[in-house]
């Protein structure tokens, strides 16, 4: 709005009743009023109940009018019938908007609980198959048999892939396990321009223009690295021509902080290219779940119609960020995500979690202490029993939490720690943690989960747990050992 026209507006506003212009003192430019051979004006504000202030203005185009009282009275009616017609507008608008979110929540909270569904089950066959090419790896020599461990490693890879995609669903479903770290933007971009540029053709070119003095953002590394990759992948298929540019951006800025009017301080990392565009009838639906307008392709990355909406979620609701898109079709698009500096995350999805480089057993951390193991899926089970046995570990199994109970209370040597599935039948992993404490209230424990929740977070009347970890399924022999050995040493 130009500053003359917002003087206009204001001054209908803080009137209190209509506003009338004569030939000489038009409030509109000498352009407008020519045009339409304005002769005279007459404004009144108008105040719906619900939303701002509006104003209401008629031309005189015959010539230059002088107002009567009587058209002051009637146009000053008019506005407040008009007002009154516009508040059910409004309140109409609101409503369906409202019923628009309400229906979109409860499907993005039904697709999430059958994302997290298919999450469980799946990771516990990702859990098998992986440590199963992790020993598998460790049994048989590099050299003699190097087509064999060829072939492991593809396995591998594609277990890697799948747990990959598991983890974006849930991602989606907000049961992904967060690990927030105080970051440079600046520095993760650089440590991940190489894959950035494994990511895209070689006839794109990518150029960077990070600004300086960021400050840090509190954020888990793996998901900004996440939106820095997606989007990066979307803008390299939107370009589909010969050659193409993508411009990676940071900056620091101010946003307005949600639910206030107060600013707060953010870094906004823009990803901009010079592809396709955005069709402006698809512009509301790319944040979608499962939506997606890519062509079937062997890259990475291409296709899932999560990206997005993971982008989106992690933006918006894990840090309180906003994320916005400039597109022209055919002109290219532009994605700015403002990360605030002060953010915090929904509680139930930080954890006590360790994840560490892959050890072989070679270099494993062996022990000999007695340890319980409950998992209610028989091959999980199995895998994990004998690689802590392997280890030199006294294991104890149960495929269900009450028999693993049995075994404790029946036991005169207590163990020194329970290794368990967090969501079981009959009773959680923490429920079981609780019951054995009650014997000996030092017991420590690792939580295995194929997705995160609020149980650890949980008070129900007594004092948060501690002295355990949780980690994240599928995980490797390595991780497993290190996580075991570090809570029993402390």
């Known amino acids: ?44 504000a108008i105040y719906p109940k619900n939303g701002g202030a509006w104003a209401l203005g008629v031309h005189h185009c015959a010539k230059n009018h002088i107002w009567t009282d009587q058209e002051r009275a009637f146009f000053q009616e008019a506005g407040r019938r008009l007002g009154d017609g516009l508040n059910s507008l409004l309140l109409q608008r609101d409503l369906l908007e409202r019923e628009r979110e309400l229906h979109q929540s409860q499907k993005m909270e039904s697709i999430g609980q059958l994302a997290s569904g298919v999450a469980h089950d799946f990771n516990n066959i990702l859990t098998t198959i992986l440590l199963n090419t992790d020993i598998a790896k460790f049994l048989f020599d590099d050299q003699t048999d190097k087509e064999f461990i060829e072939i492991i490693s593809e396995i591998e890879k594609a277990g890697k892939n799948a747990a990959s995609l598991i ?13 927030p770290e105080i970051l440079d933007v600046n520095l993760q971009i650089e440590d991940f321009k190489e894959i950035i540029s494994r990511s895209v053709r070689e006839n794109i070119k990518i150029e960077y223009n990070l600004g300086g003095n960021l400050p840090n953002i509190l954020m888990d590394k793996s998901k900004l690295n996440q939106i820095i990759l997606n989007l990066v992948i979307n803008a390299r298929d939107a370009i589909e021509k010969n050659n193409g540019n993508i411009i990676i951006k940071t900056s620091s800025c101010f946003i307005k902080s949600k639910g206030s009017s107060d600013n707060m301080p953010a870094v906004c990392l823009s990803v901009e290219d010079n592809g396709e565009g955005i069709n402006p009838n698809l512009k509301d639906l790319i944040f979608d779940p499962f939506f997606t307008t890519k062509k079937k392709s062997h890259e990475y990355g291409s296709g899932s119609g999560l990206g997005l909406a993971n982008i989106k979620r992690i933006v918006q609701e894990d840090m309180g960020g906003i994320i916005e898109v400039d597109s022209k079709l055919g002109h290219g698009s532009c994605f700015r995500v403002y990360l605030p500096i ?19 057993l070679k270099d494993s951390l062996v022990g000999t202490e007695k340890i319980i193991v409950c998992e209610d899926e028989p091959s999980v089970l199995k895998m994990v029993s004998r690689l802590l046995k392997n280890a030199g570990y006294h294991v104890i199994e149960a495929n269900d939490p009450l028999i693993a109970l049995s075994f404790w209370r029946s036991d005169p040597i207590k163990a020194d720690l329970l290794l368990t599935d967090l969501i079981m039948p009959a009773m959680n992993g923490r429920e079981l943690l609780e019951e054995m404490r009650r014997d000996v209230p030092s017991l420590k424990s690792v939580f295995m989960s194929g ?29 497993l050992l290190r996580a075991i050995r570090q809570i029993l040493d402390q």
């Not at 002060?342 to 072989?360: A, P, V």
């Open 1 to 44: 709005m130009k500053d003359a026209d917002r003087h206009n507006l204001q001054a209908v506003l803080n009137a209190h009743g209509p506003l009338c212009f004569s030939k000489d003192d038009l409030p509109t430019e000498d352009a407008t009023a020519h045009k339409f051979s304005i002769q005279a004006i007459m404004l009144v």
């Open 342 to 360: 002060k953010s915090e995350y929904t509680h139930s999805r930080l954890t006590h979690i360790e994840i560490e480089q892959d050890l072989s």
């Open 167 to 179: 983890n974006q669903l849930l991602t989606f479903a907000k049961k992904d396990i967060l690990s």
């Open 451 to 479: 997705y995160t929740s609020n149980i650890l977070d949980q008070d129900n009347g007594h004092n948060m747990i501690e002295n355990y970890k949780l980690i994240p399924k599928p995980f490797s022999q390595g991780q």
